[in-house]
């Protein structure tokens, strides 16, 4: 029997007995499946194609392909208009549509190659409509692997979650808490504070160190904070402490600030040339039905 | 979030105005003719109750207490709905009956389903063992109920100690001069269970949650009275329709109603002790225990038990244990009801259904408790979740870590079907690779409920979701500071009141509601958040043992 979470979660990443990297990879060996038999399909009947025949897009078999991939094209752009449409109840759960634009963005690869004859085309609008497909499908396998890859990161290592668009507020309000203790302490806390705490605290940083790893970014400056606190009273050293933590929880925030930023700006890298690569096909079918 | 003193006072003096007006909220025809508040000692020993009262302790009482002149035909409070005060009648005669949910006042103290639920064995850990008691989501029935299908029925729900009477439909109980009600609701935090309306002129004296808990702690005699009206008016008709007790000889019931005792606990309180002799079974009525055993020099929490679940079952049956297996400490304010040894084997002996329904929960909480022992991490989840008050929810946003790309289409999804406006903050505790968002639980005990002076904040139906009606709200943010998991927000509408308001008080000001998770209860396609997130990796879990399930299948492929 299902348990509850499998059944409202399609909890389907974690399979025991799967290795862990197929659970990373593959959240639905059903959708896996499914991609492997359409792409098994496609190229047997290419190969067949081949060998009895030529293929390029003008061709019967080249047109077939090339409406298969046009029509994949546009429904991965269902995606989009999904997460657009969220308050539309009606439309299902957002993870269908995500698996439809991962396997068939892929599979619209192969069909449009296929449609080509795996040929470089020669046509000014069809090469940039070949290139733009290719840079839109290679950009959204480097968004997948920055999904699977900076999660587990962030999950590792670091100690709290936060809201990406919260990062500045919550920023400020360590600045102010750190003002705030600074202020009560004594000069060469202060000063310390000063120099070497308060540079941190006075925004969001993006620190590219944190894609190698998260601890490696914290090192640093607890020796410092060593260091100083054996020099200290203990009055001092408990507002050494509160300083750490906060400083530790503004190098959170920070991994967070530029981890959360590449998931987010890898978009820009897809989506636009999606949009633009879309706008090709449109012209490209209205050129070949009108001439 | 800290407050000056300057803050605070000013938060008190609202709080007493809110608490003036919380009656007027309701309009004009609520039936409240008078109010006055703050009565001195020496007027309190003018009511009987008061009487026995040194003037130190009324001091502290009489910021609690007020004095209320209704008319005939106000209705002082409804079925199902949440009230931190108690009634006591100086003048007049107020009626009771039920009128709303199809569920009467004798509900079942103890529900073997219940047990069941909690004491099954967590899943292996394989993935392939699973247990049958976890329930799907369903979203929430108010919908379908509202096309005609029976209220209150969910199978889980205890309604125990929420019951200060125990009507019939149609019944009426009258009270008069020197009666008390609403104390069980107001004392629990349980919704009432009848609705009261005055059925002459009345003067009430009506004390709030604070007054009360004093005089239940400092005064024996009042405990006594409380905990005798409980017992007349309810307790033995609720022993005889719980299926534990189904079948018993009602008049061995009626006696056994009478010489149980009941207990109320408080934070810490050590209910048994392992090894010690065993000298009663107990029923919980409320709250949450914790259930530890010792383990080398340590000891390690096994389970927890909560409202409609029994203790001692495996002591009582299993012959040759000596005294009790585990030590049981209350975690909050916890209400139990204790049957003395000799009772209760007399029960066992002569009713082979109890001894029956009893061994099936033993069975299970033997079988629980060598699990939780030989998994090592059990033990963290069970005390993180007391801790953390996992285990008051009914709903709780869970979010994998080590999946979630932090896009935040869930927490937009939320916000586009709420107006814009979230209605949770992805942020929060985390438990191993999990983020326990701050998301409503949608608790078992709803304690942001107590104290909505005008009621905005409620359950839409009993057990199920609270949500907040931004109609009646009037932004105090009593719920907000009443929630001890941070899930409610106070929202600026960027509205003013109007000129009609009412409390008069609000006309011209900001106009700010509470904003909550209303687990989507509107709609038929569940919860926008879960919908919404792309990878799967939002869940909405119903119970810590989803929440063991959920851990087991990801721990079995590390
Ligand atoms: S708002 Fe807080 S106290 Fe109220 S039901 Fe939700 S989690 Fe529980
Ligand atoms: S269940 Fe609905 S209201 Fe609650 S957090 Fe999710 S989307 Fe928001
Ligand atoms: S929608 Fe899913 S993946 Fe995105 S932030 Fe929410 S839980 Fe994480």
Redesign the interface.
């Given at each position: 029997m299902k348990t509850a979470v499998q059944k409202t979660a399609i909890y389907q990443k974690k399979r025991p007995g799967a290795s862990r990297w197929a659970n990373k990879w593959i959240q639905s060996p059903q959708w896996f499946l499914g991609f492997g038999i359409a792409v098994a399909v496609c190229l047997v009947v290419f190969v067949l194609n081949v060998v009895f025949g030529r293929v390029h897009p003008g061709s019967t078999w080249g047109l077939g392909y090339g409406i298969a991939a046009a029509v994949l094209f546009v429904g991965v752009f269902f995606y989009g208009v999904k997460r657009r449409t969220m308050k539309v109840r009606a439309l299902g759960r957002a993870w269908y549509y995500l698996q439809f634009h991962v396997y068939g963005g892929t599979l619209f690869l192969l069909l449009m190659l296929m449609h080509v004859g795996f040929q470089v085309p020669h046509g000014v609008l069809t090469w940039w409509l070949w290139a733009l497909s290719l840079w839109v499908v290679g950009s959204g396998l480097f968004g997948i692997v920055l999904q699977k890859w900076i999660p587990t990161l962030l999950a590792g290592g670091v100690r709290t979650e936060v809201n990406y668009d919260r990062i500045p507020e919550l920023v400020a309000d360590l600045q102010k808490r750190g003002d705030a203790v600074a202020e009560s302490a004594d000069f060469a806390v202060q000063d310390f504070y000063r120099k070497q705490i308060a540079p941190a605290l006075a925004a969001p940083q993006f620190r590219p160190i944190y894609f190698l790893g998260i601890p490696s970014g914290m090192g640093g400056k607890a020796k410092l904070f060593a260091s100083l606190r054996e020099m200290q009273p203990a009055e001092e050293r408990i507002k050494l402490d509160e300083l750490e933590e906060l400083y530790a929880a503004k190098m959170d925030i920070d991994a967070h600030f530029t981890l959360q930023r590449a998931l987010r700006g890898w978009l820009y890298l897809h989506v636009p040339v999606s949009v633009i690569a879309l706008a090709l096909l449109g012209f490209h079918i209205f050129a070949v039905l009108y001439y | 979030m800290s407050v000056d003193a300057a803050d605070s006072s000013a938060t008190v003096l609202q709080q007493q105005r809110l608490y003036e007006d919380r009656w007027s909220a309701y309009g004009a025809n609520a039936g409240l003719l008078h109010l006055s508040s703050k009565p001195s000692a020496s007027e309190l020993k003018r009511f009987d109750l008061f009487k026995p009262y040194d003037d130190q302790l009324l001091d502290q009482l009489s910021p609690d207490i007020s004095i209320a002149k209704w008319e005939k035909g106000a209705i002082l409070f409804e079925e199902g709905s949440y009230l931190d005060v108690a009634f006591y009648i100086v003048e007049g005669t107020v009626s009771l009956f039920l009128d709303k949910h199809a569920t009467s006042a004798s509900q079942p103290i103890f529900d073997t389903k219940l047990v069941e639920a909690v004491a099954s064995e967590p899943?292996q850990g394989?993935?392939?063992a699973?247990?049958?008691f976890?329930?799907?989501?369903q979203p929430p029935k108010e919908k379908k109920e509202a096309k005609g299908k029976k209220k209150g029925d969910g199978a889980n729900i205890t309604y125990l100690a929420s019951m200060d009477f125990d009507l019939a439909h149609g019944e009426e109980h009258q009270l008069g001069r020197g009666d008390i009600f609403g104390e069980i609701g107001a004392l629990n935090g349980w919704p009432q269970s009848v609705t009261a309306r005055t059925a002459t002129d009345c003067t009430l004296v009506q004390i709030r949650l604070p007054a009360l808990q004093k005089l239940k702690l400092r005064s024996s005699d009042f405990k006594e009275w409380v905990d005798k009206l409980y017992r007349e008016r309810t307790l033995s008709q609720q022993l005889k329709t719980t299926p534990l007790f189904r079948g018993t000889d009602d008049r061995f019931v009626e006696q056994l109603a009478n010489r149980v005792e009941l207990i109320s606990c408080s934070p810490g309180d050590v209910v048994t002790e392992e090894g010690a002799a065993v000298d009663a079974f107990y029923l919980v009525r409320s709250g949450f225990l914790r259930v530890s055993q010792k383990v080398g020099d340590g000891e390690v929490a096994v389970t927890y038990l909560r409202k409609g679940m029994t203790l001692g079952e495996v002591e009582l049956l299993i012959d040759g244990l000596d005294g009790w297996q585990t030590t049981v400490t209350s975690v909050g304010f916890t209400e139990l009801v204790r049957i003395p040894r000799a009772d209760f084997e007399s029960i066992l002996r002569d009713d082979p259904a109890v001894r029956q329904h009893l061994w099936a929960a033993a069975i299970n909480r033997i079988k629980e408790t060598g699990y939780t022992k030989q998994n090592p991490e059990q033990p963290d989840l069970i005390e993180f979740s007391l801790a953390k008050g996992l285990v008051q929810g009914n709903s709780i946003l869970v979010i994998?870590?080590?999946?979630?790309?932090?896009?935040?289409?869930c927490?937009?999804?939320c916000a586009?079907?709420h107006d814009g406006r979230p209605r949770f903050?992805?942020?929060?505790d985390?438990y191993d690779?999990f983020?326990i968002a701050r998301s409503c639980y949608h608790c078992e005990d709803p304690v942001c409920l107590i104290g909505c002076p005008t009621g905005a904040i409620r359950r839409t139906n009993v057990g199920e979701v609270v949500a907040v009606d931004d109609n009646i709200c009037i932004g105090c943010g009593n719920c907000a500071n009443k929630c001890p998991y941070d899930a409610i927000v106070m929202h600026d509408t960027e509205e003013v009141w109007p000129d009609t308001a009412l409390p008069e008080f609000l006309r011209g000001r900001d106009r700010r509601v509470a904003s909550k998770c209303d687990l989507c209860y509107e709609?038929?396609?569940?919860p926008?958040c879960?919908?919404?997130?792309?990878?799967?990796?939002?869940?909405?879990?119903?119970s810590i043992e989803?929440f063991q399930?959920?851990q087991a299948?990801?721990h079995?492929?590390?």
């Open positions: - | 899943s394989d993935g392939a699973q247990t049958a976890v329930q799907p989501y994998d870590l080590d999946v979630c790309t932090r896009c935040d289409d927490v937009r999804g586009s079907t903050v992805r942020e929060g985390r690779n983020l709609s038929d396609a569940g926008a879960v919908n919404n997130c792309p990878h799967a990796c939002a869940f909405r879990i119903n989803d399930q959920l299948v990801d079995a492929q590390r």
